[in-house]
Structure formats: structure tokens, C-alpha cells
């Protein structure tokens, strides 16, 4: 069973500081990753996707990848109590385009 | 665009009835997935659909549940007879193949209760 693994939290940040949300994934042969930000009551929304080792930054979003360790990663600069969700890391399966694998969720709080 | 619709947004029904859920994903996406969400087991996709033809539906908890999806602007959950363990929140999302990129958008989802 090809797994993904989060911290469930919840996640404590003070507003204005960075928050990092850790994710791990089983299947070696994973290409594809992403990181979905989740409201109470709400669909998940995209918000980061990476491909290629490194970081990729969109506005106070960085996402990092090694797959060589099988480990994405999410930084949230700057937090906001609008940032306060649950974030979900998703997989692509190897063996099956399209076939997403989420992790259980990072809920995060951004406290005042 | 108006993004992946799904209808209804909320049902209640009981044990025992049928149920159906519908989906129109965004136009020009040619992948579309049923997820089911519950606390306990989180975001599980359950059936995903490619150019309209069931590709893996391995998901599917067991033969109560069926998916079609007739023409590449809709597609439809039922679950029958339906069962209080279904009670769950729906997601259905779609995508656009694209060589390397492969981001999914989800519809607001249905929540299911069975009493």
C-alpha cells in the first residue's frame, strides 16, 4: 500500500511567523506532488504544485521537494489567520496517471 | 470558468433509498474523480473516469456503489440502497492531461447523510 504520511498538528503558528508542514511518500516512483489547502467545510483548493527537486515559490508559498529522501515539504511565510486550514499533501501514483494519494492533513492555527 | 459543479450540495436521506449524485466538471478536462471524505479515513478516491471510460474503480467500497459518466460534461455517484456508513462528504473533481503537470480542482461536494 503506497502511503503518504503528514503530521496531523494541530500546527501552532503566531501570526506573522513561518509555518512548515512536512510530508513523506512511499512510492519511489512518484513524479508529481501537491499541496492542497482545505477550510473547515470546504473542498480542497490547489494551491502549490512541484515536479523537480528544489523550491518553488508563489507568493508566501515555497514548496520543496527531494526525492531522493521522499520528502515534500510547504513553508508558509509571513502566516495569517486566514491561514488557518487544513493542508493536505497529495501523490501522484506512480502506476496510474491522475491517481492522486492524499495524506491524512496538517491542521494549522494561526494565532493573533 | 465555473469550476467543477456538483448538485446537490446537501442530501439527507434514509437508509435503504437510492441516491444520486452529479458532477460537471470544468469544460475542456478530460479526467474527472469521485472522492469521499470522512473523518476517519480522510480523502479517499473511490472511481476516476478518462475521455468518459471508467479507468480504475477500485476505490469503490463495495457493489452499491456505481458511477457513469454518459458525455464528457457530466457524470453521476448513485449509491443503492444507501447505509448510515455512507454518510460522508462527496468530492468530485477533474483535470486536463497535460505531459508533467497533472492539478486537480475540486467542486464544493455533497454532503451525504443516511439516517
Known amino acids: 500500500q503506497k502511503e503518504v504520511e503528514q503530521n496531523s498538528g494541530p500546527l501552532s503558528v503566531p501570526e506573522g511567523a513561518i509555518a512548515s508542514l512536512n510530508c513523506t511518500y512511499s512510492d519511489r516512483g512518484s513524479q508529481s506532488f501537491f499541496w492542497y489547502r482545505q477550510y473547515s467545510g470546504k473542498s480542497p483548493e490547489l494551491i502549490m504544485s512541484?515536479?523537480?527537486?528544489g523550491d518553488k515559490e508563489d507568493g508566501r508559498f515555497t514548496a520543496q521537494l527531494n526525492k531522493a529522501s521522499q520528502y515534500v515539504s510547504l513553508l508558509i511565510r509571513d502566516s495569517q489567520p486566514s491561514d488557518s486550514a487544513t493542508y493536505l499533501c497529495?501523490?501522484?501514483?506512480?502506476?496510474?496517471?491522475?491517481?492522486?494519494?492524499f495524506g491524512a492533513g496538517t491542521q494549522v492555527v494561526v494565532t493573533p | 470558468d465555473a469550476g467543477v459543479i456538483q448538485s446537490p450540495r446537501h442530501e439527507v436521506t434514509e437508509m435503504g433509498q437510492e441516491v444520486t449524485l452529479r458532477c460537471k466538471p470544468i469544460s475542456g478536462h478530460d479526467y474527472l474523480f469521485w472522492y469521499r471524505q470522512t473523518m476517519m479515513r480522510g480523502l479517499e478516491l473511490l472511481i476516476y473516469?478518462?475521455?468518459?471510460?471508467?479507468?480504475?474503480d477500485s476505490g469503490m467500497p463495495e457493489d452499491r456503489f456505481s458511477a457513469k459518466m454518459p458525455n464528457a460534461s457530466f457524470s453521476t455517484l448513485k449509491i443503492q440502497p444507501s447505509e448510515p456508513r455512507d454518510s460522508a462528504v462527496y468530492f468530485c473533481?477533474?483535470?486536463?492531461?497535460?505531459?508533467?503537470?497533472?492539478?486537480?480542482?475540486f467542486g464544493p461536494g455533497t454532503r451525504l447523510t443516511v439516517t
Open positions: 512541484i515536479y523537480s527537486n
Open positions: 473516469f478518462n475521455n468518459n471510460v471508467p479507468i480504475d
Open positions: 473533481a477533474s483535470s486536463k492531461y497535460r505531459t508533467g503537470m497533472d492539478e486537480q480542482y
Open positions: 497529495a501523490v501522484i501514483a506512480s502506476d496510474s496517471w491522475g491517481k492522486l494519494q
